[in-house]
């Protein structure tokens, strides 16, 4: 059982371990939540930050599996797309995005889910009242977060989707992957440096920030958004800084703004019942993540 509130939980050799893959981890805010949901609900399990460099994944994955009490992780920058090759079976959602930021174990087997794009439509429906159908979309990065977000907003009944990135090759690999396998969005690809973006901004409903762009100290926004109408939805899937280079101009400008911690709380809850097979305790978690700046939302 997990310690009263306000102690320190004992850990054993019985405790089952999660964690998160990433580089960096400086910033994560996922073992505050999830080691408050896991002592809300009794449960003698525990979650660490794993910081692991690209070229160890592999290795630190094959250790893992060799940890009688390893029950699963979460996989972030930069991993989310290379640990496929590293697990033994893939969700159908997780093997069409390409991407995967869930890993459960099942017995001997260590299989790739994606909770990023429920995530991600529970927290614009939350946050800005946001929903998907009939709207143009516009996803700055193709990496495995705008992947997710790509597909779950194609299947969610978006009308165009315009995907931006530094590789526009990469950028039309993904329309194209979306198109063979989720809803009928009208699909098209762009370089993310392109001095005309006009007409994408002009048309969009919502612009999102899936880039890792703004994590860092001066990082400017991936995007000049002078040419989106006021009222059009800026997202960020960063929520630490609160505040990004890409939300500030985007309040400037009269958008509706939220950050990523609305989507980083439903995500985790996703990935939390996928572990444990008990229902997240979704208020618990949230305020475990009080201490951080909430999301605010512009008229």
Not at 1 to 29: V, Y
Not at 82 to 100: F, I, M, N, Q, S
Request: glycine share 12%.
């Amino acid at each position: 059982m997990a310690a009263p509130s306000g102690r320190t939980p004992s850990i054993t050799g019985r405790t089952r371990l999660c964690g998160i893959l990433g580089l960096p981890l400086d910033h994560t805010l996922s073992p505050r939540m999830h080691n408050a949901a896991f002592a809300a609900l009794g449960l003698d399990w525990a979650y660490l930050p794993w910081p692991v460099a690209p070229e160890r994944l592999g290795e630190v994955l094959r250790g893992l599996r060799g940890l009688a009490n390893f029950a699963g992780a979460n996989v972030t920058i930069p991993h989310k797309e290379a640990v496929l090759r590293h697990l033994d079976a893939l969700t159908d959602e997780a093997r069409a995005v390409g991407a995967v930021n869930t890993i459960v174990r099942e017995g001997d087997r260590l299989a790739g889910h994606t909770t990023d794009g429920v995530g991600l439509l529970a927290a614009l429906a939350e946050a800005v009242g946001f929903h998907p159908q009939g709207a143009c979309v516009v996803i700055l990065g193709a990496g495995g977060a705008g992947r997710a977000a790509a597909f779950a907003l194609a299947a969610a009944g978006a009308r165009k989707i315009a995907i931006l990135n530094r590789s526009v090759e990469r950028a039309q690999a993904l329309a194209a992957d979306v198109g063979r396998a989720a809803g009928s969005a009208a699909l098209a690809a762009y370089s993310l440096h392109a001095t005309a973006h006009g007409q994408i901004l002009d048309s969009a409903d919502i612009v999102i920030n899936a880039t890792s762009l703004g994590m860092h100290t001066g990082d400017p926004s991936p995007l000049d958004l002078a040419l989106c109408r006021p009222g059009t939805v800026a997202f960020d899937m960063i929520y630490h800084p609160p505040e990004t280079a890409f939300l500030r101009e985007a309040r400037g400008r009269g958008l509706r703004t939220a950050n990523g911690l609305g989507m980083l709380v439903h995500q985790g809850a996703a990935a939390f019942a996928l572990w444990t097979g008990r229902t997240a305790p979704l208020e618990i978690m949230r305020r475990a993540l009080a201490p951080v700046e909430t999301p605010v939302e512009t008229p």
